[in-house]
Nanobody
């Protein structure tokens, strides 16, 4: 089993930055693809970014491409999401997730483990 705990969320003004972290425990996730998803109030949870086991291959949703960067430190069993130039529409609960496979994907159903989420609120 893998336990995931997100941190780093908070309140920030539009144009600001935040860095989310996701610490994994229970077993190493260094061989697994991981991802970030988010759910805004009244909306379905959506894909934000994914990364393969080594960190070389990344994918982003069109809405965050060029502003967000996903990365990982396998030695620390930790996933990151650097969020720059934040917009009001980025306000959501952000979740990290891990697959039991090395290939990244934006399909939520293919992720086996999920964190509890961290709130990101962007004010205008």
């Amino acid at each position: 089993q893998v336990q995931l705990v997100e941190s780093g969320g908070g309140l920030v003004q539009a144009g600001g930055s935040l860095r989310l972290s996701c610490a994994a425990s229970g077993r190493t996730v260094s061989g697994f693809a991981m991802g970030w998803f988010r759910q805004a109030p009244g909306k379905e949870r959506e894909f934000v970014a994914s990364i393969n086991w080594s960190g070389i291959t990344t994918h982003y949703s069109d809405s965050v491409k060029g502003r967000f960067t996903i990365s990982r430190d396998n030695a620390k069993n930790t996933l990151y999401l650097q969020m720059n130039n934040l917009r009001v529409e980025d306000t959501a609960v952000y979740y990290c997730a891990s697959r039991q496979d090395a290939l990244p994907t934006g399909t939520q159903a293919l992720y086996s483990y999920w964190g509890q989420g961290t709130q990101v609120t962007v004010s205008s």
